[in-house]
């Protein structure tokens, strides 16, 4: 089975720009593997933030983008806010199976 | 604004059969081209997916689960379910169940609060 890998954890200043990544054991991610990216703060389910690559929900902040980035996928945080300290995942589609990352955990320091 | 919720017995017995429910409320289950999925967290640990299954109610399941899940829908309870049979300790995680993206995009944009299971004797 396909193993999605992400960095397992970054530190990154108050008002610092990080880029998570997820990359692929298959091989490059592009934008057929449909990209997700999901925040996960303790004691909460999941949220989504980033869908198709690089698609918002209406409730994710301007400072959240996806892309693609040397065959990974990215999310990217500019302008990092302390309540951006969480669980990210990232989620590949692999033709009718869903794979997730093993998660990055970001803490604001 | 569609909501998700899952039910079920929180206590499972080793070898019996997990199952669990996510009622959708805040729109009908039958409305656009969505799939629903169900995912699992153990406790300290990351994502998985079990699996998902469309409106027409076709399903696709994780190849490391498949020969145990079964998911299905119920359009006239606005409900789909989750049975996981020959249940293990290593089963034993909050379930969450969510909605995909309209025309069948993948990912999880509505997500339920979850339910926790733990499997013991």
């Known amino acids: 089975q396909t193993v999605v890998t992400q960095e397992p954890s970054l530190t990154v200043s108050p008002g610092g720009t990080v880029t998570l990544t997820c990359a692929s054991s298959?091989?490059?991610?592009?934008?057929?593997?449909?990209p997700s990216w999901f925040q996960q703060k303790p004691g909460q389910a999941p949220r989504a933030l980033i869908y198709s690559t690089s698609n918002k929900q209406s409730w994710t902040p301007a400072r959240f983008s996806g892309s693609l980035l040397g065959g990974k996928a990215a999310l990217t945080l500019s302008g990092v806010q302390p309540e951006d300290e969480a669980d990210y995942y990232c989620l590949l589609y692999y033709g009718g199976a869903l794979v997730f990352g093993g998660g990055t955990k970001l803490t604001v320091l | 604004q569609v909501q998700l919720q899952e039910s079920g017995p929180g206590l499972v017995k080793p070898s019996q059969t997990l199952s669990l429910t996510c009622t959708v409320s805040?729109?009908?289950?039958?409305?656009?081209?969505?799939?629903w999925s169900w995912i699992r967290q153990p406790a300290g640990k990351g994502l998985e997916w079990i699996g998902r299954i469309y409106t027409s109610g076709s399903t696709n399941y994780n190849p490391s689960l498949k020969s145990r899940v079964t998911i299905s829908v119920d359009t006239s309870k606005n409900q789909f379910s989750l049975k996981l049979s020959s249940v293990t300790a290593a089963d034993t995680a909050m379930y969450y169940c969510a909605r995909g993206y309209n025309n069948y995009l993948p990912g999880m944009g509505v997500w339920g609060q979850g339910t926790t299971v733990t499997v013991s004797s």
């Open positions: 298959s091989g490059a991610v592009t934008s057929g593997s449909y």
């Open positions: 805040g729109g009908s289950i039958s409305s656009g081209s969505y799939y």
